[in-house]
């Protein structure tokens, strides 16, 4: 997987998860049905999809001139537990500083 900056900003954009999104609920698609989704012209979904695959993210493969996208699982699985972790250890801090008597919180 790429730089873990790289991936969080490549899921920045409300684009990129809209197409991360339609790769997961309907699996691997070629570059005009995932740009047929959005108001933009398809190189413009291209350059989206790029991002994705520069981040790791996205897989693709050439299928005679069609560029067909898929999910990379192991990449959207590592994406998740980083998140997990991240939010894991913030409710943790959370709880600990609710849970200090009030002598200790300032």
């Known amino acids: 997987m790429a730089d873990r900056s790289d991936v969080f900003a490549a899921v920045a954009s409300p684009v990129r998860r809209a197409l991360l999104g ?4 309907r699996g691997p ?3 005009q049905q995932l740009a047929a989704h959005f108001a933009m012209s398809r190189p413009s979904v291209s350059e989206h999809l790029k991002v994705l695959k520069d981040a790791g993210l996205v897989a693709e493969r050439a299928v005679g001139t069609r560029r067909i996208y898929r999910l990379n699982e192991a ?8 998140l997990d972790t991240f939010w ?5 801090g959370f709880q600990d500083l609710v849970e200090r008597p ?4 300032s």
């Open 22 to 25: 339609l790769l997961l609920d």
């Open 29 to 31: 698609l070629p570059v």
């Open 75 to 82: 990449a959207v699985a590592a994406l998740r537990d980083q």
């Open 88 to 92: 894991t250890r913030a409710l943790s």
């Open 102 to 105: 009030p002598e200790e919180k």
